[in-house]
């Protein structure tokens, strides 16, 4: 009966020293994660600020695809919230309470398998390589959760993996992002035409890219620096592409709304399309795809029986310019290839 007695006491005094343990333990916890993910800073702002992204990279929902989720009158921005319920994540609810150019700040409540309610951020930070994201949550905890919590080793060691997993995952998404793209044959069509500025040059198909870069910008900065108004977007006349001896001739254009006399001995010159027939095509996606776009152009042509005009430059324009489109899967290219005239019963 003693020994019994000493058990209980031993097992009491277990307790109470317990107890005072918890009871010294920091009433509230931190935990962050951070990793650079290879994509303009606002790509990936964009991806996270938005709830129905979250599916497909919360570490979370990833482990109970089952879970049942609803979204606020807003996913996105100040006031954009969701909540979940479901075996495995349990019951809760995220709100967006701030957002930032460079930040997100929000709000996790849980309800079940406790009631919590936790501060969560974001900071996207530009780096040389792309975008420096830290994801972080900072909150408190009552007696219950302290002592669950140091049997469980702390909230570092318990939700710190998930977010390496959760920002890994992002960094999947968001690059999975930026290599959308989609080619949309328009059929045929008219161009207008109209007078053009522009530079010309000859190189190696492989070479074709960086010789772009390098002539666009001289085309636009001669209009602008002359107060020349363009009349649209940019393009490329492409006069021949000779992939058997690795040869392509080309003008990087601006068009313009009249005849311009430019200066004598300058590399920039006036050109002028008259209309014609074409086969449009839209690349909607970064530039890389392009030739997806000409093949399916190309395709198209085939199939209707139509009669390309080889003697004619096509044309590539630029609906909207990478500068101002940090991602790529949002930049617009129209192509036109010029064909014989088009029978009727096209």
Not at 65 to 81: C, N, R
Not at 95 to 123: A, R
Not at 213 to 220: I, N, T
């Amino acid at each position: 009966m003693k020994a019994l007695k000493y058990v209980f006491l031993l097992l009491l005094l277990l307790v109470v020293a317990g107890s005072i343990y918890i009871a010294t333990l920091e009433n509230s916890y931190s935990v962050e994660r951070t990793k650079v993910i290879q994509a303009p800073d606002v790509v990936v702002f964009n991806v996270v600020n938005e709830y129905k992204t979250w599916p497909s990279w919360s570490p979370w929902l990833g482990k109970d695809p089952e879970a049942k989720l609803t979204y606020g009158d807003k996913t996105s921005g100040v006031g954009a919230s969701y909540a979940w319920k479901g075996d495995i994540t349990g019951e809760g609810s995220m709100e967006t309470l701030s957002v930032q150019k460079d930040s997100i700040g929000q709000k996790i409540t849980f309800i079940t398998p406790w009631e919590s309610t936790s501060n969560v951020y974001w900071k996207f930070n530009k780096v040389d390589n792309g975008t420096e994201v830290t994801w972080g949550m900072k909150g408190d905890l009552d007696f219950m959760s302290k002592a669950y919590m140091a049997f469980m080793g702390g909230m570092d060691e318990q939700i710190g993996p998930d977010y390496e997993l959760g920002l890994s995952k992002l960094d999947s998404v968001v690059n999975a992002e930026m290599q959308k793209y989609s080619v949309s044959v328009k059929g045929t069509t008219t161009h207008g035409g109209g007078y053009y500025l522009y530079n010309t040059t000859s190189c190696k198909i492989e070479e074709l890219s960086e010789k772009k870069e390098m002539m666009m910008p001289k085309v636009a900065e001669y209009a602008k620096k002359n107060n020349i108004t363009m009349a649209g977007p940019p393009f490329t006349l492409y006069h021949k592409f000779d992939e058997e001896n690795d040869a392509v001739m080309f003008s990087c254009a601006v068009p313009v709304t009249e005849k311009v006399i430019t200066d004598k001995g300058s590399d920039i010159l006036t050109g002028m399309l008259k209309p014609f027939s074409a086969v449009k095509t839209v690349l909607k996606g970064d530039y890389k795809n392009s030739k997806k776009a000409w093949d399916a152009t190309y395709k198209y042509i085939t199939d209707k029986a139509l009669i390309p005009l080889e003697e004619w430059p096509s044309l590539e324009v630029y609906i909207n310019n990478p500068l101002n489109i940090p991602n790529p899967a949002d930049l617009v290219t129209e192509i036109f290839v010029p064909i014989k005239e088009v029978p009727e019963d096209i």
